[in-house]
Nanobody, 122 residues
Framework: QVQLAESGGGLVQPGGSLRLSCAAS????????MSWVRQAPGRGPEWVSG????????RYADSVKSRFTMTRDNAKNTLYLQMNSLKPEDTALYYC???????????????RGQGTQVTVSS
């Protein structure tokens, strides 16, 4: 079955950086577009970024554009999210999800990981 496992979250000061990873198994990872999604306490899910199957094209939400970089390693079945210049409003549970067909921002909520917590605070 589809399994997605995130890691790399933690507590970081404003302006700091974190790198999240998502290990995928149970499906042919290199065939699928993928997304990072976040959910802050008391709020709905927010799509953060998407990447195509080959890893050479990405899209970002305006709120993270120029600060976050999404990449993938199809040989390792792993997704990454490099987060720089972090702000308190980036505090959320971050999870990876498998996308629906060839859409950058449409993900299938049935296929998502448990998430990793990112807290940005001084």
């Amino acid at each position: 079955q589809v399994q997605l496992a995130e890691s790399g979250g933690g507590l970081v000061q404003p302006g700091g950086s974190l790198r999240l990873s998502c290990a995928a198994s149970g499906f042919t990872f290199r065939y699928y577009y993928m997304s990072w999604v976040r959910q802050a306490p008391g709020r709905g899910p927010e799509w953060v970024s998407g990447i195509n199957s080959g890893g050479d094209s990405t899209r970002y939400a305006d709120s993270v554009k120029s600060r976050f970089t999404m990449t993938r390693d199809n040989a390792k079945n792993t997704l990454y999210l490099q987060m720089n210049s972090l702000k308190p409003e980036d505090t959320a549970l971050y999870y990876c999800a498998r996308n629906i067909r060839s859409y950058y921002s449409r993900y299938d909520s049935k296929y998502r990981g448990q998430g990793t917590q990112v807290t940005v605070s001084s």
